[in-house]
């Protein structure tokens, strides 16, 4: 937003204009492919979607981010021109931004601060950071959503259902509804920071006896639906961190460390963080990790979480009924022997490096992508055996575990993720779970996570 005329009315309207022909002009073209016979493109006509996209700045920014990562929810000819989009936006100027902190907080708003900066220290897909002093003398961070984002969202979120409508009439191997329903879901509630401050509450207490990962304190008193206000966490992004840090024994710390934010909520909480995009966490010098942001996570029932394990003790002890059962707890419907068998292809991938009780790679070979290639061949499979609709609960497990094994990659990390594995799931226990979730939610106040 590098000014507030993308902010007014006409903005707007001429945003959506431009990204509705280009969709629309897609559209028309793969109808044409497929009832005239005239040849598409992707390539080309991904660029032209891309070109139309990048003008937003807006929610679909976050959408790319996570479906870049998916795979094949969108075809890869998309996701490469989608992850060229910039993750950052203009940020909003001080005159707009002193009228939007009035709003949340009131005229006197400036006085509530030792010092306010007036230059955002980030700005992305949904709203902008800015540094702060307390009057207490703590430092602050201050998440200003952007004006009228709720709008935004909407409208975003019909251009991608065009977009999946699309995919779909050219290639039917994914059915897209779930994954839509999910993302929107999702999306809508990064919208409300309320939530979002509940989250990092609920982060703080999962995470308050695990070494090596920090989570924000919320300042209630300066933050509103649209305002988060939160302790300043000092540290630098993830590939400044690595060219700094040469050191595999430091690199390997940052792995575990990043392996214990993720997974420690989940099998023992059943939550997950949903979004590892590298904005969204920074690294300390010791290899500590800070977690940022926490609009996008998503709370699992219990017998989903039993599924993810059932599936890994399926796999490795060959037990057919057992990986079954671990897919009908996920969601999928309509389970045939061929399916299992192409589903199992992807999952034995993920769960590979579970396997071996020793210490190595994350993926073993030198591709930059990962998962691509293994994607490529069940995909393969998937329009053979006429589609696959996924469940929206396997949207962003299948996200965060995909968005991690490239983050360790980056770090060329040699671990044993075998016995970490072990480690958080030797006691498993279903009713326990159930019973540790719901009372981790009552005392963060989102009992209505499920």
Not at 202 to 220: F, I
Not at 296 to 324: M, N, Q, S, W
Not at 394 to 414: C, N, P, Q, T, Y
């Amino acid at each position: 937003m590098a000014n507030d005329e993308s902010n007014t009315l006409g903005g707007r309207v001429r945003r959506y204009a431009k990204v509705t022909g280009a969709v629309g002009g897609l559209a028309a073209r793969v109808a044409g492919q497929r009832y005239l016979g005239l040849k598409l493109d992707k390539g080309a006509h991904a660029a032209e979607l891309k070109a139309a996209l990048g003008g937003l700045k807006g929610p679909l920014m976050k959408v790319a981010q996570i479906l870049a990562t998916v795979p094949d929810a969108l075809p890869r000819e998309y996701v490469d021109e989608l992850r060229q989009l910039q993750s950052n936006a203009p940020s909003m100027g001080w005159p707009f931004v002193r009228r939007r902190m009035r709003t949340e907080l009131g005229t006197d708003w400036q006085s509530r601060f030792t010092s306010f900066e007036h230059e955002a220290t980030a700005a992305a897909s949904l709203g902008q950071v800015h540094r702060a002093i307390g009057s207490d003398g703590r430092a602050l961070a201050c998440k200003l959503q952007y004006p009228d984002m709720a709008s935004a969202v909407e409208a975003d979120l019909r251009q991608l259902k065009l977009v999946f409508s699309i995919y779909e009439r050219y290639d039917s191997a994914i059915s897209t509804s779930e994954i839509h329903k999910e993302l929107s879901a999702r999306l809508r509630e990064e919208l409300d920071y309320a939530r979002e401050a509940r989250h990092m509450a609920l982060y703080r207490q999962m995470l308050s006896e695990v070494k090596g990962v920090h989570v924000p304190d919320v300042v209630d008193g300066l933050s509103t639906d649209r305002l988060l206000t939160m302790t300043w966490l000092d540290g630098v992004p993830l590939l400044q961190f690595i060219e700094e840090n040469p050191d595999i024994e430091m690199r390997n710390r940052v792995a575990l460390n990043m392996f214990r934010a993720w997974y420690v909520p989940f099998y023992y909480t059943g939550v997950i963080h949903g979004d590892p995009h590298l904005g969204n966490y920074t690294m300390r010098p010791n290899g500590d990790v800070n977690l940022l942001d926490f609009g996008c996570i998503r709370v699992f029932p219990p017998k989903f979480v039993k599924g993810v394990i059932d599936l890994y003790h399926g796999l490795a002890r060959d037990e057919e009924d057992l990986t079954v059962e671990a897919y009908r707890a996920w969601g999928f419907e309509n389970i045939s022997r061929e399916l299992i068998e192409v589903l199992n292809h992807w999952a034995r991938f993920l769960y590979a490096p579970l396997m071996e009780d020793r210490a190595r790679r994350i993926h073993e070979t030198e591709s930059g992508v990962y998962g691509h290639e293994v994607a490529a061949k069940v995909h393969a499979e998937l329009r053979r055996l006429e589609g696959v609709r996924p469940p929206r609960e396997f949207v962003l497990m299948d996200r965060a575990a995909i968005g991690l094994g490239s983050v360790f990659l980056h770090l060329k990390a040699e671990v044993n993720w075998y016995r970490m594995f072990h480690a958080l799931i030797e006691d498993f226990d279903v009713d326990v779970l159930a019973e540790r979730q719901s009372a981790a939610l009552v005392e963060a106040g989102v009992p209505d996570a499920l």
